[in-house]
């Protein structure tokens, strides 16, 4: 969500995301991402966190097809570029920003017969919420986007306004401080929370939530 231009890291394990553009292969289509840590930032790199969860979407564990789905904080738009191609209808949002880059991600990895079912929308969490249906999509999608504390409160006001009792919510991160497992904390205040998916060599989980019914006095 944070467009937050970097300084350039000498990190030999980071120079990946220097790299104007990253590939992939998921739901047999070959993908080039562009990138542009030096301009945008971490909005504008593929980060391991989206890499796994196009993994998980792959194996099949989460009904896709005919599924109304929405990205947060997409970035580069990998995720919900996948998730597409798996047979999705597909909202990518990010910041106002990102979207003139996310959108040529959208139109250059996803073919012209499948370009009806993917939205490219704005969308700062916290902030006109009222422009997307509530409980309106069948699978809210975010990969990496635990990360900034102050975040946190508008992230799960937004979760709140996206989910019905019967949407699955599906967050990829890494677990780097105690505010991240303190988001997990917040959020299993209104959902459940499971851990379906673990990468232990890029360190990723990926859980799987659900809105909790509030249970009413008789």
């Known amino acids: ?56 979407l792959e194996l099949g564990k989460v009904e896709l097809r005919g599924k109304e789905a929405i990205e947060l904080g997409a970035g580069t738009g990998l995720v919900g570029i996948v998730a597409a191609l798996l047979g999705a209808k597909v909202t990518i949002t990010d910041r106002q920003p990102a979207l003139d880059f996310l959108s040529a991600n959208v139109n250059v990895n996803v073919p012209a017969d499948l370009q009806g079912s993917v939205v490219v929308s704005e969308l700062s969490w916290g902030e006109g919420l009222e422009r997307y249906p509530a409980g309106g999509f069948d699978l809210v999608l975010g990969a990496d986007i635990v990360y900034l504390e102050d975040t946190f409160v508008p992230l799960l006001r937004t979760l709140e306004h996206l989910c019905s009792d019967s949407t699955v919510l599906l967050l990829a991160c890494k677990i ?43």
């Not at 120079?15 to 991402?33: E, G, M, P, V, Y």
């Not at 360190?203 to 799987?208: A, E, G, R």
Request: proline content about 4%; hydrophobic content about 40%; overall charge positive.
């Open 1 to 56: 969500m944070a467009l937050v231009p970097y300084v350039e890291n000498p990190l030999p394990a980071l120079s990946k995301l220097h790299n104007s553009s990253a590939q992939f292969r998921f739901a047999d289509r070959d993908l080039r991402l562009a990138q542009d840590w030096k301009q945008l930032g971490v909005a504008a790199v593929v980060w391991d966190a989206a890499v796994v969860m196009c993994v998980y």
């Open 176 to 218: 780097r401080y105690k505010r991240d497992t303190d988001f997990l904390s917040m959020l299993r205040r209104r959902f459940t929370v499971e851990e379906v998916y673990y990468d232990k060599h890029r360190d990723i989980h990926v859980y799987k939530s659900q809105k909790v019914t509030p249970v009413r006095d008789l």
